[in-house]
């Protein structure tokens, strides 16, 4: 199957309704202003990020599987009708706790949309184009966490904090209708019975599981954090005791005996928490040991983004000609890489050097992604591909959970010593150290999977039908 302009619209609309996704990131720039707004401590604004991640990082898997069931099209339209009616509640909320309770709304509508994007996007293409096809699919979450932050400070500034939730409404309703107008392809779900009591089990032990990682690094009781961790070990048991006795679960467990796809995953969740460490410190590094003008800072930290977007299209052509796999090994040394060069990044350190270190970890994290969507891809059977695609949408969350809590917990530990021991300048030890223990982690985490002879340079199998 040729790749012609109308497989390009229709792939473009898939695309346009994704975007609503990454561009949640223009809803951290709002923080101030939305508990300005709310009048609620700054504390308090955790909940917004937490509501939303937690709901859509637990039902990814299990839309993923209704999507394969009874079509991922069908899906991606509700996901995108739900979206618009979030986005109008988060807008309009007059009280913090409706605006949590859109933003969980909002969290449902996006998990909808997400868990079916990669199915429909290598739906519309032959086998042999998947790679490009989930290569182009990649670098609309680039796009997304370039333009997000810019353009949400830009809304904020003009018309508030709700604007960052509006302007995405027309986007949403626009893709909805157009996912009518161009007639999608659509490839009949497998139908039969859904496993209910396997996805409210899956929801609820990957929601326990992030909160739980959420709150282990906060100011929370010992009792309470340890028991989340019984809740969530508990949670888990019982669903792999239920899906050993189902026909047809939500996910098929059997694919994690393979070991190198259960190390796949787990270098993805590696790779992201890594990864996010740029977006999490650096904002903070170009205020605190920089005097570049606050659009220099802007332009430097995009750098990331915009690696990872011409990574992305990049990718899908190398992934072809060398391997997904061998793919993903240049990409998690390239983000190791960057991250190990912002780790010796000095007070006034030139931009140069800045941008240099960002592309990389950008172009590595392009470069690992459209690897890792086509490697679990090749794995699963096509009859899964929405499980697929958002088997990799939640190892990239818990990667970022993981790293908003862990790393910041590192950071303030390594900045407290260093200001204890009489260090000049307790920021930048706290940041330095922070980034090459994170460099260093992944470092050794790839490399003791390359203990597993052919995980990363022999060949993968196909796609099973």
């Not at 182009?136 to 904020?156: D, E, R």
């Not at 032990?205 to 690094?217: D, E, F, R, V, W």
Request: with cysteine; hydrophobic share 55%; proline share 4%.
């Amino acid at each position: 199957m040729a790749m012609t302009g109308a497989h390009w619209a229709r792939f473009s609309v898939i695309g346009l309704g994704t975007l609503i996704g990454p561009l949640d990131s223009s809803v951290n720039i709002a923080f101030p202003d939305i508990t300005g707004a709310f009048g609620i401590p700054l504390q308090s604004i955790q909940w917004v990020i937490i509501c939303y991640v937690l709901t859509y990082g637990s039902l990814m898997l299990v839309f993923g599987r209704l999507g394969d069931q009874f079509g991922h099209l069908l899906i991606f339209q509700l996901g995108l009708g739900l979206s618009v009616a979030a986005f109008l509640m988060c807008g309009m909320a007059q009280q913090y706790e409706w605006l949590l309770a859109a933003r969980i709304v909002q969290g449902i509508g996006t998990a909808m949309v997400i868990s079916c994007g990669p199915a429909l996007a290598t739906g519309l293409f032959d086998e042999s184009f998947r790679p490009r096809a989930l290569g182009a699919y990649t670098m609309i979450f680039g796009i997304g966490g370039a333009i997000g932050p810019s353009l949400g400070g830009v809304l904020v500034d003009l018309w508030g904090w709700p604007s960052v939730f509006w302007f995405r409404l027309p986007i949403a309703a626009v893709t909805l209708l157009l996912t009518f107008i161009l007639r999608m392809p659509t490839r009949k779900g497998a139908g039969g019975s859904f496993d209910l009591l396997g996805a409210v089990l899956l929801a609820a032990g990957l929601g326990l599981l992030l909160l739980t990682i959420n709150q282990a690094s906060a100011d929370m009781r010992a009792e309470f954090v340890a028991a989340l961790i019984l809740f969530t070990i508990a949670t888990f048991a019982a669903l792999v005791l239920h899906e050993k006795r189902t026909d047809a679960p939500v996910v098929k467990l059997a694919a994690f005996r393979d070991p190198d796809f259960t190390l796949v995953n787990l270098t993805g969740v590696a790779v992201n928490l890594a990864g996010f460490s740029v977006m999490l410190l650096v904002p903070y590094f170009l205020v605190r040991a920089t005097d570049m003008p606050l659009t220099m800072s802007g332009a430097v930290l995009a750098c990331g983004p915009a690696g990872m977007i011409v990574a992305a299209q990049l990718g899908g052509v190398l992934a072809q000609k060398i391997g997904a796999n061998r793919l993903g090994f240049a990409g998690a040394a390239f983000v190791a890489g960057g991250i190990a060069a912002v780790g010796f990044w000095p007070s006034g350190v030139s931009p140069g050097w800045m941008i240099a270190a960002l592309l990389a970890q950008g172009i590595g994290l392009g470069f690992f992604q459209v690897a890792n969507l086509d490697l679990v891809t090749a794995v699963l059977p096509r009859a899964d591909r929405g499980v697929a695609g958002s088997l990799v949408m939640v190892t990239r969350t818990i990667g970022v959970v993981l790293a908003a809590s862990l790393l910041t917990l590192i950071f303030v530990t390594a900045e407290r010593a260093a200001m204890e021991s009489g260090a000049a300048d307790g920021f930048l030890a706290g940041f330095q150290t922070t980034f090459r223990y994170t460099a260093g982690f992944l470092i050794l985490f790839v490399g003791a999977t390359c203990l597993r002879p052919g995980l990363w340079f022999a060949k993968w199998p196909r796609a099973a039908d």
